[in-house]
């Protein structure tokens, strides 16, 4: 069942092109990744500075494998030390296809 990983993250004004470019730097690291199907980085329109980064995996192993990976932990080492709060970040499957009526 495919999943979607949604994250959360704040920077300032002066920390945003520092974020876009360490997110460019996943994004091309995430799409060599066993599972990964898409994913979308989104820009608030009502809170300045707030970010949400979207991923489709094919299932919840292919996420943690590179949830876990090294290579994405080094660049998330330097994507958390510029938010102004730390990121948060959800796993979500659809509604309808984890619901008993589904199955």
Do not use: C
Request: neutral net charge.
């Amino acid at each position: 069942m495919t999943v979607k990983v949604v994250m959360e993250r704040s920077v300032s004004a002066e920390k945003r092109e520092q974020l876009m470019e360490l997110l460019m730097q996943l994004r091309a690291k995430a799409l060599l990744q066993p599972g990964y199907i898409s994913g979308e980085t989104l820009v608030s329109v009502d809170r300045p500075g707030t970010h949400l980064v979207i991923s489709t995996w094919h299932s919840l192993p292919d996420w943690k494998a590179w949830e876990n990976h090294p290579e994405r932990l080094k660049i998330l080492i330097q994507i958390e030390s510029i938010l102004s709060v730390p990121s948060k970040t959800g796993v979500f499957v659809d509604a309808w296809a984890s619901s008993p009526q589904a199955q």
